[in-house]
């Protein structure tokens, strides 16, 4: 690959290569996509991966790749579409991400801890925000939906996330998706659900939901105005 320095589209996903991601990669500067998901590399993420600024999509999911997210992919303004769930990442989420583009987000399954950064919520393209099974903590911003009105699917399952689900989540007109089990939200569920006409998935199981004034469960009438679930 010495000399394919127009290379601008890498994609050797579903395989069974092993070994560490090739630094060389970081060479090729027209690069677009680079795409090496479900694969058996192991090492850390490149931090030169942030010199790739034509770069779009980054996907390195299911993996066995270890240590923290680097910094240095706030560098690459225009990624839309990060993948790298499914690895053993720690550490927290850096906060130059919201220097990029991104409207698709995969962080899940790895071992991320601290608090979801408030720069994140400059994001306004985003659409699938996926975090679950983690380790973060903390509360949902209350203008979630201000701040990413396109929002499709939200995926923060099995973490440690505390105080109420934002009301302004049911306000997201293209919401299709909302996965939080395995948390500690408290709270009632807002009665305003019945305006998420193309939800199709709502998941509040495993957390302190509910109040000890009774009739909790009254926002289930408003679920016969989504139809698809």
């Known amino acids: 690959m010495g000399g394919l320095f127009r290379l601008q589209v890498v994609v050797l996903s579903n395989n069974s290569f092993e070994g560490k991601i090739p630094t060389n990669l970081t060479n090729y500067s027209e690069l677009r996509e680079l795409n090496l998901i479900d694969n058996k590399l192991e ?10 600024s034509k770069l779009t999509t980054l996907g390195l999911s299911s993996n066995n790749l270890t240590g923290k997210i680097p910094a240095s992919l706030g560098n690459l303004s225009s990624l839309t579409k990060l993948s790298i769930g499914g690895n053993n990442l720690e550490g927290s989420i850096p906060e130059e991400l919201d220097r990029t583009s ?14 979801i950064p408030s720069s994140l919520y400059n994001l306004s393209n985003m659409r699938y925000f996926r975090l679950g099974a983690n380790q973060l903590v903390g509360s949902l911003s209350q203008d979630l939906v201000v701040a990413f009105p396109h929002l499709r699917q939200l995926v923060l399952a099995e973490n440690r996330f505390t105080g109420p689900v934002p009301v302004s989540l049911f306000n997201a007109s293209m919401l299709e998706s909302i996965v939080l089990p395995n948390n500690s939200f408290t709270g009632l569920v807002p009665q305003n659900l019945g305006r998420l006409q193309n939800l199709r998935v709502i998941n509040m199981a495993i957390n302190q939901l509910g109040s000890s004034i009774g009739d909790d469960l009254s926002f289930i009438d408003s679920l016969a105005n989504c139809t698809r679930l």
């Open 43 to 52: 090492g850390k993420i490149l931090e030169e991966l942030g010199s790739l």
């Open 102 to 115: 991104l409207d698709f987000i995969q962080l899940g399954f790895n071992s991320l801890t601290g608090t």
